[in-house]
């Protein structure tokens, strides 16, 4: 079965550090990439997303992702942590040729405290 | 950028009762709706996904009947839920696809 992990549940890091929030990837083929973040009682809003190209992709609010097909990975970064940025986070890919228009599948989600 | 809305925003109703929740496209047309449901602190779970004018294609596990979803033009997709109980409270999430996927700002149920 295709899936997405992100196998830490929470990520702790002090405001003015840089931060990592992992992701890994099972999918076939080539599938297009994605961080998204939700605030609590909110719908979640799109940081990036990897089609192709160059393996780091910049995105909204200084966030950047780093693409990694050996090793089917999809990390998320950002050089200086701002409080603001403790959310709940999500990576997900789109198969293609799925059959389903855009059909995401999401990993199980990470939330990021930032401690001032 | 692409806004889709959701209504309401939060709804309290008694068990037994039926709520229909909206997701708009608000400046996009949109061919392909999803519909998600999360628990507190989980990832999204896919319950359904809406095409304009045919039926929608539900997830494993899922109860159609349960869950009705109606996808009347490319801007407006509903999920109702069908004599809700208390095991129905959730956050409720849409999102709508216009070559990606555009979430609305989900709905919050509580079953009583």
Same mark, same amino acid.
């Given at each position: 079965a295709q899936s997405v992990a992100q196998p830490e549940d929470q990520v702790n890091v002090a405001e003015g550090n840089p931060l990592t929030v992992k992701c890994t990837y099972s999918v076939s083929g080539n599938p297009y990439l994605f961080w998204y973040v939700q605030y609590p009682n909110r719908g979640l809003q799109f940081l990036l997303k990897y089609? %192709?190209?160059?393996?780091l992709v910049k995105g909204s609010y200084g966030f950047e992702a780093e693409f990694n097909k050996s090793q089917t990975s999809f990390h998320l970064k950002k050089p200086s942590a701002l409080v603001s940025d403790s959310a709940l986070y999500f990576c997900a890919a789109r198969p293609l040729g799925?059959?389903? %228009?855009?059909k995401l599948i999401f990993g199980q989600g990470t939330t990021l405290q930032v401690k001032p | 950028g692409a806004v889709v809305s959701q209504h309401p925003s939060r709804v309290i109703c008694k068990s037994g009762t039926s709520v229909k929740i909206e997701c708009r496209s608000l400046d996009f047309q949109a061919t392909t709706m999803f519909w998600y449901r999360q628990f507190p602190k989980k990832s999204l779970m896919l319950m359904a996904t809406s095409n304009e004018g045919s039926k929608a294609t539900y997830e494993q596990g899922v109860e159609k009947d349960k869950f009705l979803i109606n996808?009347?033009?490319?801007?407006l997709s509903t999920l109702t839920v069908t004599?809700?109980?208390?095991?129905?409270s959730s956050f409720y999430i849409c999102s709508a696809s216009q070559r990606e996927q555009f979430f609305g700002p989900g709905t919050r149920l509580t079953v009583l």
């Amino acid at each position: 079965a295709q899936s997405v992990a992100q196998p830490e549940d929470q990520v702790n890091v002090a405001e003015g550090n840089p931060l990592t929030v992992k992701c890994t990837y099972s999918v076939s083929g080539n599938p297009y990439l994605f961080w998204y973040v939700q605030y609590p009682n909110r719908g979640l809003q799109f940081l990036l997303k990897y089609i %192709t190209g160059d393996n780091l992709v910049k995105g909204s609010y200084g966030f950047e992702a780093e693409f990694n097909k050996s090793q089917t990975s999809f990390h998320l970064k950002k050089p200086s942590a701002l409080v603001s940025d403790s959310a709940l986070y999500f990576c997900a890919a789109r198969p293609l040729g799925s059959s389903n %228009t855009g059909k995401l599948i999401f990993g199980q989600g990470t939330t990021l405290q930032v401690k001032p | 950028g692409a806004v889709v809305s959701q209504h309401p925003s939060r709804v309290i109703c008694k068990s037994g009762t039926s709520v229909k929740i909206e997701c708009r496209s608000l400046d996009f047309q949109a061919t392909t709706m999803f519909w998600y449901r999360q628990f507190p602190k989980k990832s999204l779970m896919l319950m359904a996904t809406s095409n304009e004018g045919s039926k929608a294609t539900y997830e494993q596990g899922v109860e159609k009947d349960k869950f009705l979803i109606n996808h009347a033009s490319l801007t407006l997709s509903t999920l109702t839920v069908t004599s809700a109980h208390p095991e129905d409270s959730s956050f409720y999430i849409c999102s709508a696809s216009q070559r990606e996927q555009f979430f609305g700002p989900g709905t919050r149920l509580t079953v009583l």
